[in-house]
């Protein structure tokens, strides 16, 4: 099944409805949480730690989508559509940086 950001956003918001619905906002947590997992990242990147056998524990891949998660988490306190915001910089960009290729004409694997 496809996975999107739109799906992911809208995940985490029903999973901290449940979880920690007291926390749903708090968007300075998840800031400072996101920091701290881009440190994480630096540190498997400098020791070129990658994903063996499934086993994502202590990887980038696994720090990768930490970072990802606390991006997704502040976005939903914001209730910001990352798809959307994602479409509108990269026009932006487009036009900044003269290039011609279109997110839509882009086809997925598989
Ligand atoms: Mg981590």
């Not at 300075?28 to 730690?49: N, S």
């Not at 086993?55 to 696994?62: H, M, P, Q, R």
């Not at 279109?102 to 598989?110: C, L, R, S, V």
Request: proline share 1%.
């Amino acid at each position: 099944m496809n996975l999107t950001i739109k799906k992911m956003q809208k995940y985490l918001k029903e999973k901290y409805k449940i979880i920690k619905p007291e926390e749903m906002n708090n968007t300075q947590r998840y800031f400072l949480k996101l920091i701290e997992e881009v440190g994480e990242l630096a540190e498997v990147i400098r020791k070129d730690k990658r994903m063996e056998d499934g086993n994502i524990k202590g990887t980038i891949e696994e720090e990768l989508s930490d970072v990802l998660y606390y991006v997704l988490m502040i976005a939903n306190t914001y209730d910001i559509d990352l798809e959307t915001s994602f479409r509108l910089k990269e026009e932006l960009n487009s036009k900044r940086y003269n290039h011609k290729l279109k997110i839509d004409n882009i086809k997925e694997d598989n």
